[in-house]
């Protein structure tokens, strides 16, 4: 019942806290923050990631900003293969000491494969 009550109060109070920023600031990461928890306890992620993509309008320009920045450094460093960051190793070669290259032990040169 308590939170049910803080709900409704954190809603109803959001638009007269539009000219306070700080006050607004905290209200938002309650706000999502309630948004998060419907959408984990009462099984509602679709709601709830439409009310939190409303809540993000108000969110500070430089926070979104800064948060834009994160996100496409993360991409990058996921989907970019540099030479440095993929490490292949190299073809194993008959006769270079390695049995497990040959199928059989005359150095034919013949790999095994599958």
Do not use: C
């Not at 706000?31 to 709601?47: C, K, N, V």
């Not at 460093?77 to 073809?91: N, V």
């Amino acid at each position: 019942m308590v939170l049910t009550y803080a709900t409704v109060i954190v809603q109803v109070a959001f638009p007269f806290t539009l000219f306070n920023r700080r006050v607004k600031n905290v209200l938002l990461v309650l706000m999502i923050g309630e948004h998060a928890g419907i959408a984990i306890l009462l099984g509602l992620p679709f709601f709830s990631m439409a009310m939190i993509a409303a809540d993000a309008v108000f969110l500070p320009t430089v926070f979104l900003l800064w948060l834009g920045h994160k996100v496409s450094l993360g991409r990058q460093r996921l989907f970019t293969r540099t030479p440095d960051r993929l490490r292949l190793p190299g073809q194993r070669r008959a006769g270079s000491g390695d049995e497990e290259a040959t199928r059989s032990g005359d150095g034919a040169g013949h790999t095994l494969v599958g």
